[in-house]
């Protein structure tokens, strides 16, 4: 992480919530004040409190952001050129953000296409354990009881598009999802 982020403009940290405490800690003594540091997580809060354990005097240049978009199927193989087109964003600015380093993340996530909106880490927290965590673990939780009954490979094999819209996400990479929900 150090090697990529030295004399980088942008560090985009796209890994499991649960390793940016590390990335963030790599990163911290090779990013310059100019440099704009962004996380893609699901969470917020957490991520905020790393970021202020990690970044010290770079504190100022994180943008904590969080892509209202994804697949069930993470890799290089399943890139999509147009994930964000027409997708929200959310922007977590801290108070110790810097307005700059800001509207340098607004303007990258408007140029990708996005609407992009900002809320404090709290209220963003609470709203997407409504509507984006708790259905993933419901649909987990679905998956995982169909697979242990005996018939369940029958039952799954009669099911519609309803059930296939509602378990879709259960399809999800456990590892990351399992960092967020923790």
Not at 6 to 27: E, F, K, N, Y
Not at 42 to 67: I, N, W, Y
Not at 171 to 179: L, N
């Amino acid at each position: 992480a150090a090697d990529a982020a030295t004399g980088a403009d942008l560090v985009l940290l796209a890994v499991p919530v649960a390793a940016t405490r590390s990335t963030l800690l790599a990163i911290a003594s090779v990013i310059d004040s100019h440099t704009l540091v962004m996380d893609v997580g699901s969470t917020k809060q957490d991520v905020v409190l790393m970021a202020r354990e990690t970044l010290g005097q770079r504190l100022p240049c994180f943008v904590p952001a969080h892509p209202i978009c994804g697949k069930e199927v993470s890799g290089v193989q399943h890139a999509d050129v147009d994930l964000y087109a027409g997708k929200k964003v959310i922007l977590t600015p801290l108070t110790e953000t810097a307005p700059a380093q800001l509207a340098r993340a607004l303007q990258l996530w408007q140029a990708l296409g996005t609407q992009v909106s900002q809320m404090n880490p709290a209220a963003h927290d609470a709203a997407y354990a409504a509507v984006s965590h708790l259905p993933h673990l419901l649909a987990f939780a679905m998956m995982h009881s169909l697979q242990a009954q005996a018939e369940g490979e029958q039952f799954m094999a009669l099911a519609g598009s309803g059930f296939r819209d509602f378990t879709r996400i259960a399809a999800s990479e456990p590892a990351m999802w399992r960092d967020i929900l923790l």
